[in-house]
């Protein structure tokens, strides 16, 4: 079985189509799971899982593979403990797990992000 982690705020329009796409995709052999908080990652480490994630400032949806590529906002509070942060100090204590990162824009187009989510999970 293979798990996309859907994140993002659902009550933000333009920070909830990983949500959206968690509730209303269903593809065989790959399990959607809405995700609050990115420590919910943990219990994925040991499987075949990708992270979905509104990202600002892209028109197609992205892979990333390289964490040294995500933008994380300086942190004042825990408040701002994001996924980016969170996707790097797991790198930086050595996980052995390889994250894919699929990053959309939030205006994507469910049936373009089913497409795409069929490339490179199947």
Known sequence: MKYVLCFGNPYVKDDSLAQQTAKRLKLDGIEMVS??????????????????????????????????????????????????????????LNTKSKVRLIAVPAKYPMDKLEKRLKLELL
């Open 35 to 92: 995700c609050n908080s990115p420590e919910e990652i943990m219990f994925y480490m040991d499987k075949d899982f990708a992270i979905l994630d509104v990202a600002t400032g892209i028109k197609e949806a992205q892979v990333i593979s390289d964490l040294a590529q995500l933008e994380s906002s300086k942190m004042v509070s825990l408040h701002d403990f994001d996924l980016a942060f969170f996707l790097k100090l797991l790198k930086k």
